[in-house]
């Protein structure tokens, strides 16, 4: 996951950097150059002024991670990573065939969701079907919570890139006013760009940041929350053979005592009330 954010990040910085060769390789224009000092090089006359324009590019590399961010947490979400569909019917097909052993393999094997989910129930069969539910219902808020946890970087980027903005924000503003002050009320008004050019740009480098951040942040939360609990309710149907009174999986006497016999523990349905 990490690598493939380094790279989207490496790809987008790299995209920013290019940037202002290209505009050079075109005829030069006084609009092309304004609008690109406005975004990503404001006037920097002496060292306060370098040290928002330090400002503004830390945010721009920033943007770049929650660029990547976004793009691996939404392909890492997606459905056929999380509830695949062929890991249901495989392991329904063998439910239905009574193999029992290969479809705990099969599920310890999975990485994905549900896989993982109906393994934990499977392999609590030989303890009964109450322990078989609560081993999927352990399983997957342990899974859902592992699959939260990563998506809280988008919450903090969307929080904290505002404040890393204000914080421009209120620095240019004071380079501003120092020099207003030191001029005696009558400075340069080119000496004054660089504090305000600083204190804009940077809110508007940490809004860009914060906005898709946020956006991104609950549209793959809602996203893990639905498909988490479609996955539960497939692993509970995967089980639901094993329910006290459920006729459609029973397997027959010989062949519980020879799946009972095998080293590992294997399912078996308790008996059917009379």
């Known amino acids: 996951m990490f690598r493939r954010l380094a790279f989207v990040s490496v790809l987008v910085f790299a995209a920013l950097l290019v940037s202002p060769a290209l505009a050079q390789s075109s005829p030069p224009t006084t609009t092309s150059t304004s609008v690109f000092r406005m975004f990503f090089a404001p006037p920097a006359s002496d060292f306060l002024d370098w040290i928002g324009v330090v400002m503004i590019w830390g945010l721009i590399a920033l943007s770049g991670?929650?660029?990547?961010?976004?793009i691996s947490m939404a392909m890492k979400n997606r459905r056929s990573a999380l509830i695949p569909a062929t890991t249901y019917e495989t392991l329904n097909a063998l439910m239905t065939e009574k193999k029992y052993r290969e479809a705990i393999e099969y599920a310890n094997a999975d990485p994905s969701y549900l896989g993982q989910v109906a393994a934990a129930g499977l392999n609590e069969a030989a303890n009964g079907y109450?322990?078989?539910e609560r081993a999927v219902e352990e399983q997957s808020d342990n899974e859902t919570t592992r699959l939260l946890r990563p998506i809280e970087y988008l919450n903090v980027l969307g929080n904290i890139a505002p404040m890393l903005g204000l914080f421009g924000t209120v620095y240019g503003i004071i380079v501003a006013f120092a020099r207003l002050v030191s001029?005696?009320?009558?400075?340069?008004?080119?000496?004054?760009?660089?504090?305000?050019?600083t204190a804009l740009v940077t809110t508007f480098w940490g809004l860009i940041i914060a906005m898709p951040a946020l956006a991104a942040y609950s549209?793959?939360?809602n996203k893990i929350d639905e498909y988490t609990s479609e996955g539960?309710?497939?692993s509970e149907d995967l089980i639901r053979p094993f329910k006290p009174g459920a006729k459609s999986a029973k397997p027959s006497a010989a062949s519980a005592e020879k799946t009972a016999a095998r080293p590992m523990a294997t399912p078996k349905p308790e008996a059917t009330q009379a």
Not at 65 to 70: A, K
Not at 185 to 193: E, Q, S, V
């Open 219 to 221: 549209m793959i939360r």
């Open 232 to 234: 539960l309710i497939m």
């Open 183 to 197: 001029a005696g009320g009558k400075p340069d008004p080119t000496a004054l760009a660089g504090g305000i050019s």
């Open 65 to 70: 991670v929650s660029v990547g961010l976004i």
């Open 130 to 132: 109450g322990s078989m």
